[in-house]
């Protein structure tokens, strides 16, 4: 996984970006109209049940725009939040509070969509000892935002990309010649790279069980596409030989099930790329 900060990079390229791209040589709507000693004071207010989460994502963009706008924030990441409540109240040069307003409440409303369903899936499978994680399929761009909404909701981080840990899939196999070529070539490159790097190999059957754990080294087996029966008997073959994690279309009526069978993981891309914004508002007050 990424240093806390390279963690930081990121979330420092998506706010930089996002300057850049809204507000360009200026928010001429409220220069146009708003004296530039103005002060204001607004609410960030919550119009729909779930999690809260980009609260301290906010305080940063806020902090970039103006280092003087001050925030009484009431409410903090992670928190279940219902219609009506204030998370926070920002006051300071009205302008200011425009600039950032939109960047503010569109990651806010994208990263509190994400903690609330990962923390619904989360709930599922308590006390089963399996873990969520999320995957690789975010939006381009605020990859970073994106994963630590899942943190939020009570999730787990997958790697971050492709150039943190190395995953085997049916693609890299198929190429590579199979699946035991496959992981003596990675095995090799990180030797001769002098890189560590933890290795999941993906499983789209039984026999490819067996054969990848006739190869030692190997951090985690993605058990793919597996129907229960035989995802308790990949586990069963797995035992405490590497981790162990399912994937491929679970969802809420099947994810408790697949918990159920043992796995160390369950990962969905879902939680990232099949959600709807969250119904905040940035209101004057």
């Known amino acids: ?17 996002a300057i850049r791209e809204d507000i360009g040589d200026g928010d001429h709507s409220s220069l146009a109209c708003i004296p530039k000693r103005a002060m204001g004071r607004a609410k960030l207010l919550v119009k729909e049940d779930g999690i809260i989460a980009g609260i301290d994502f ?8 103006d280092g003087n706008l001050e925030l009484e924030i009431g409410i903090t990441d992670g928190t279940p939040v219902k ?31 994400i903690a609330t369903k990962t923390n619904m899936f989360v709930n599922l499978i308590e006390g089963t000892g399996t873990q969520i994680l999320d995957t690789r399929k975010t939006t381009p761009g605020i990859r970073a935002i994106e994963k630590w909404a899942v943190k939020i909701g009570g999730g787990e981080n997958h790697r971050f990309a492709l150039y943190d840990m190395i995953m ?10 199979g699946i035991t070529k496959a992981i003596k ?6 030797k001769d790279t002098g890189r560590d790097l933890d290795i999941i190999v993906e499983a789209r059957n039984l026999d490819e069980i067996k054969e990848i754990l006739e190869s030692k080294g190997i951090y985690r087996i993605l058990i793919d596409n597996f129907n229960y029966e035989d995802t308790r008997k990949a586990v069963a073959l797995i035992g405490t ?4 994690e399912s994937s491929g279309g679970i969802d809420e009526t099947t994810i408790r099930k697949y918990a159920e069978c043992g796995v160390d993981y ?20």
């Open 168 to 177: 085997l899939k049916d693609n890299h196999i198929d190429f590579a010649g």
């Open 58 to 65: 906010a305080m940063q963009v806020f902090a970039r725009v």
């Open 83 to 113: 219609n009506g409540d204030i998370v926070f109240y920002v006051s300071g040069r009205s302008q200011s509070i425009l600039k950032a307003e939109r960047i503010v409440l569109n990651a806010m409303q994208r990263m509190s969509a």
């Open 241 to 244: 030989t590497c981790l162990t």
């Open 1 to 17: 996984m990424i240093s806390e900060a390279q963690f930081q990079k990121e979330i420092d390229s998506i706010i930089e970006n």
């Open 266 to 285: 369950i990962s969905s891309g879902a939680l990232t790329h099949s959600v709807y914004n969250m119904d905040l508002s940035l209101k004057a007050v």
């Open 185 to 190: 070539k990675t095995q090799q490159y990180l």
